[in-house]
């Protein structure tokens, strides 16, 4: 099983780094757009029409990619004030009710995310402003990025089954 769970890290790590090239692609896009409209380089190109409608797809892949990473890494934005006020087993079982409430958060989001691709699939809706595409395109990373949390989630439950039956110190943020 830790086998399983490094190679799974391998692969968040691989979603991250691709996060990471398509932030270095956006920035460029945006640089370039930014130079055309303002310097005519190119005769008859003023800017990329298109940047902004791939900029904000590259921005919601961005997030999908790198969430389940997050989570791994206890990067993700945690309140864990009671969590400290509380004896460690009272904290502990709060970790869990959060764990499974998270997981079957997880777990619906990926569901209907994956009906309403399916459904857009289906349907052959498109997405219709400076570019046509099909809408299904951006809709099916949805419940792939939540089926990832899932599976990190349930990592994360396990972590937490074999160590200390205390509160996490990943993102913790007092001494």
């Not at 099983?1 to 692609?25: I, N």
């Amino acid at each position: 099983m830790d086998r399983l769970e490094a190679a799974y890290g391998k692969l968040l790590e691989a979603f991250a780094l691709a996060a990471c090239a398509l932030v270095f692609g956006m920035t460029l896009m945006i640089c370039a757009d930014v130079l055309l409209r303002n310097v005519r380089i190119i005769p008859g190109v003023a800017g990329l029409e298109w940047s902004n409608e791939i900029s904000e797809g590259a921005l919601y892949l961005v997030t999908m990619l790198t969430a389940p990473w997050l989570l791994r890494r206890g990067q993700h934005i945690r309140v864990d004030i009671i969590l400290r006020a509380v004896p460690n087993k009272v904290g502990w079982s709060f970790e869990w009710v959060v764990d499974v409430l998270g997981l079957a958060s997880c777990l619906l989001i990926a569901y209907y995310g994956a009906r309403a691709a399916l459904a857009s699939f289906n349907a052959g809706s498109m997405s219709i402003k400076t570019l046509v595409t099909p809408e299904w395109w951006l809709l099916s990373v949805l419940p792939v990025a939540f089926l990832a949390l899932s599976i990190e989630m349930l990592f994360r439950m396990r972590r937490l089954a074999l160590g200390e039956r205390a509160p996490r110190d990943d993102a913790v943020s007092t001494g």
